[in-house]
């Protein structure tokens, strides 16, 4: 996996160089020049190309641009030589952070840019992905998103927030500096997230979970984001996976959520999920008793060759007239010389169409036939 890298070639510490090249874009973006000696050479070292030439502005717009990344693009790729001890232990050195940080920013990095190719080996270059242009690009896009929700006018605001994604996604793909990739990370959050919110108040709930769920992708613990799915979810009642949400909510803290109404909110999905659970357990097994007897009511019909649309409804006339179950079961098995057994399943499929009003009572109507359930 390639990690965004730049190394000092004149042995700088990596904490140094980082601290170097940011003073050294930031004077060259006020109009400014820079000759300290080691700010000057970490950019002649980034850029590769010249020394004290015009700055970091225009060295971009001469930059490599590597492959899936339009010349267009205003984000440059500095090509930086890379030592000897590979990628990884460039970076880490770089930034200085503890190994947990380290194993967050690498997550971060599958999540924003995909697999990489292999680091770079010694002598040669990690081209690193300037995404500061894309941050500001896709910032101003969600601030005029934003504006739009304020206004009431969601479906403007979506296509916003989406432009603003698709912005973000230039830089898939490319190795960047960890602190421009936490920037991106935490922007592409927060555009899932609102569009969660828009997707709520335009009543797509299905697409209203789709966005927030990406952005707990980015950030598990976004509180916004598990209210807004939670919210969805029981609208469609689909309880148990809005409890859940509400019980992460819960634990989390709820982040100036009141605690009363949060414990109030999980205790009342709770009861609903319980109550539904409960309706699907009796249907289901109402259900399967009426599929058993077609079953067998089915075989007794094709056993005896009742399907001649006679037998059904003579049986029909019988359980009306008898008003007695186990007469009419009497008269079946003697008519049609079976077991008494066959002849109540046979009689029992019959009587719970007239029962459900399927099959209509003799007389108002002729040739009924057996319910179709």
């Known amino acids: 996996r390639r990690r965004a890298v730049c190394s000092c070639p004149f042995g700088m510490p990596g904490e ?11 004077a060259v973006d006020a109009g400014e020049s820079w000759e300290s000696s080691p ?16 700055g970091l502005k225009a060295a ?31 970076d880490s050195g770089a930034t200085g952070r503890s190994d947990a940080e380290e194993a967050s920013a690498d997550d971060a990095g599958d999540r924003v840019g995909g697999d990489a190719a292999d680091p770079a080996g010694e002598g040669e270059t990690v081209r690193v992905y300037d995404g500061i242009p894309l941050v500001k690009e ?7 998103a934003n504006a739009c929700v304020k206004r009431k006018k969601h479906q403007e605001a979506v296509k916003l927030y989406e432009q603003a994604l698709e912005v973000l996604k230039r830089c898939d793909g490319h190795p960047m500096l960890a602190e421009e990739l936490r920037e991106v990370v935490a922007l592409r959050a927060v555009l899932h997230c609102n569009l969660s919110q828009c997707m709520l108040s335009l009543e797509l709930y299905r697409r209203a979970i789709d ?4 952005c707990l992708k980015l950030e598990p613990k976004n509180v916004k984001a598990l209210h807004r799915r939670g919210q969805a979810y029981e609208i469609l009642k689909e309880y148990e996976e809005a409890l859940r949400d509400a019980l992460a909510l819960k634990k989390i803290g709820g982040d100036g959520v009141d605690a009363k109404k949060l414990e109030r909110r999980c205790e009342e999905l709770y009861e609903k999920q319980v109550a539904e659970n409960k309706a699907v357990n009796e249907f289901s097994k109402a259900n399967e008793d009426v599929l058993k007897m077609k079953e067998r009511f089915d075989e007794v019909l094709e056993k005896y060759d009742l399907g001649d649309g006679v037998a059904a409804p003579l049986v029909a006339q019988w359980l009306v007239a008898d ?16 077991s008494k057994k066959e002849a109540e399943h046979f009689a029992k499929w019959i009587k719970k169409g007239l029962d459900m009003g399927v099959i209509p009572k003799p007389g108002a109507a002729a040739g009924c036939q057996p319910p179709r359930l």
């Open 138 to 144: 896709a910032t101003e896009l969600k601030e005029q």
């Open 211 to 214: 966005a927030a769920t990406e």
């Open 60 to 90: 971009r717009e001469r930059a490599d641009v590597s492959a899936g990344c339009s010349t267009a693009d205003t984000a440059a790729i500095a090509e930086v030589p890379a030592e000897a001890g590979g990628a990884g232990d460039a």
């Open 16 to 26: 140094e160089l980082t601290e170097a090249l940011s003073k050294a874009r930031k």
């Open 323 to 338: 008003n007695d179950l186990s007469t009419t079961v009497a008269r079946v098995a003697k008519q049609w010389e079976m």
């Open 39 to 54: 700010e000057r050479s970490c950019a002649d070292a980034a850029n590769g190309e010249r020394r004290n030439s015009g």
